[in-house]
């Protein structure tokens, strides 16, 4: 089992590009979840996907979209990117009732 | 929202030493879990906490919940190099498994 992967694993973009950021989980996880990672400031919640066709807004979903695309993947979009979106994005999954939570590489984003 | 506060931000210790990691919310959590996370690297899950006083351990990793359901704590015993990253906790709201991280302790070990 691959677990949670993330694609790419690093990205640039100029302000005002657009991007897709790629999670997919092999668990069979029901639930899926976008976090940004900032110096200082812990994992914060974009939007998550408690089950296969429904997303919902976590603590900071401005400048985002996601699509749950199947059961197996999640992604997230940036439509255009601001240079206060430079950060590591994780991708996580969650196995069943029992909360603990599968975390990806991580995909490093830096817009300029 | 919830908030979760995590202190001290930043801890260095020689090894041998022990170091323990706080956490507190201003309400009522339903559970608590800890990540670690090594420098480059993404969160990993150690533990989940649900009852009240609960108390466990993993070799010289010792984790309480609080008597009231708002505050945890993580204790190492006798540092090792291979300790060093980011202790994360992060609070549990229901049944959609949405977690709120605290802003995390970094942990360094002089050898």
């Known amino acids: 089992n691959a677990g949670v992967t993330q694609t790419p694993k690093f990205q640039v973009l100029k302000t005002g590009q657009s991007m897709t950021l790629q999670c997919a989980q092999d668990m069979n996880h029901n639930s899926m979840y976008w976090y940004r990672q900032d110096p200082g400031m812990g994992l914060r919640l974009i939007y998550y996907?408690?089950?296969?066709?429904?997303?919902d807004k976590g603590e900071v979903p401005n400048g985002y979209n996601v699509s749950r695309l199947n059961k197996r993947e999640f992604s997230l979009r940036l439509e255009s990117a601001a240079p206060s979106q430079t950060s590591v994005y994780f991708c996580?999954?969650?196995?069943?009732?029992?909360?603990?939570?599968?975390f990806g590489p991580g995909t490093r984003l830096t817009v300029l | 929202g919830q908030q979760v506060m995590q202190i001290p931000q930043y801890q260095h210790v020689q090894e041998g030493e022990d170091f323990t990691t706080y956490c507190n919310s201003s309400?009522?959590?339903?559970?608590i879990q800890w990540y670690k996370q090594r420098p480059g690297g993404h969160p990993v899950f150690l533990i989940q906490l649900v009852k009240s006083g609960e108390v466990k351990k993993q070799k010289r990793l010792t984790f309480q919940f609080g008597e009231a359901k708002k505050n945890s704590s993580l204790h190492i015993t006798a540092t090792q190099t291979t300790d060093v990253g980011t202790y994360f906790c992060?609070?549990?709201?229901?049944?959609?498994?949405?977690?709120?991280f605290g802003q995390g302790t970094t942990l360094q070990v002089k050898p």
């Open positions: 992060a609070a549990g709201s229901g049944n959609t498994g949405k977690l709120i």
């Open positions: 996907s408690a089950s296969e066709g429904t997303t």
């Open positions: 309400t009522t959590l339903s559970n």
């Open positions: 996580a999954s969650r196995r069943g009732s029992y909360n603990e939570q599968f």
